[in-house]
Antibody, heavy 117, light 113 residues
Framework: QEQLVQSGDEVKKPGASVKVSCKASGYTFTSYDLNWVRQATGQGPEWMGWVSPKSGNTGYAQKFQGRVTMTRDTSVGTVYMELSSLTSEDTAVYYC??????????WGQGTMVIVSS | DIVMTQSPDSLAVSLGERATINCKSSQSILYSLKNKNCLAWFQQKRGQPPKLLINWSSTRESGVPDRFSGSGSGTDFTLTISSLQAEDVAVYYCQQYCRIPYTFGQGTKLEIK
């Protein structure tokens, strides 16, 4: 079935970077953009940006410009999200989400990123 | 950015009764090419990712029970659960997907009275 499987939880120190992966399966990888959304505990989801698996084009929310990089590797059907200069405010669950014809229809299981000294 | 505001923040409804959640966008989210509103509703249960229930403001996803319905247009939208079941306890979010950055409401926590 169509699914997105993300890499495992991470613990990072302030100032470090984190790279989360998301492997797509069950559909043609290059057919749909993949987005990244994060959610801090008790908060609503927050959209971070998108990457086109087909072209590699990206678009980021202004809040994350200069600090986030989204890439893809078509040979393994995987997209990546790297966030740098981490602070405690970046502690959240990070989701990759397919932007299909029916809006954001498929979500990964989430990757918890904890930023703590 | 388009701001999505939900009301109420929390709601307690008896089993079998109707639950209504409202969502207001700060500007129109009409996608003119389709003449549809880019409004989605998600259900999130504890420890799980959000699950898409409704897109284009009123189109139910496959497998979603028909007690869930979406309505509205312009800037005002509603999610209705016609007869609340125990498994509907969750946080519900609206989202606009017309304009980047895509934005979500703050969520409505639905509980059993």
């Amino acid at each position: 079935q169509e699914q997105l499987v993300q890499s495992g939880d991470e613990v990072k120190k302030p100032g470090a970077s984190v790279k989360v992966s998301c492997k797509a399966s069950g559909y043609t990888f290059t057919s749909y953009d993949l987005n990244w959304v994060r959610q801090a505990t008790g908060q609503g989801p927050e959209w971070m940006g998108w990457v086109s698996p087909k072209s590699g084009n990206t678009g980021y929310a202004q809040k994350f410009q200069g600090r986030v990089t989204m890439t893809r590797d078509t040979s393994v059907g995987t997209v990546y999200m790297e966030l740098s200069s981490l602070t405690s405010e970046d502690t959240a669950v990070y989701y990759c989400v397919r932007r299909g014809e029916r809006a954001h229809d498929i979500w990964g299981q989430g990757t918890m990123v904890i930023v703590s000294s | 950015d388009i701001v999505m505001t939900q009301s109420p923040d929390s709601l307690a409804v008896s089993l079998g009764e109707r639950a209504t959640i409202n969502c207001k966008s700060s500007q129109s989210i009409l996608y003119s090419l389709k003449n549809k509103n880019c409004l989605a509703w998600f259900q999130q249960k504890r420890g799980q990712p959000p699950k898409l229930l409704i897109n284009w403001s009123s189109t139910r996803e496959s497998g979603v029970p028909d007690r869930f319905s979406g309505s509205g247009s312009g800037t005002d939208f509603t999610l209705t659960i016609s007869s609340l079941q125990a498994e509907d306890v969750a946080v519900y979010y609206c989202q606009q997907y017309c304009r980047i950055p895509y934005t979500f409401g703050q969520g409505t926590k639905l509980e059993i009275k």
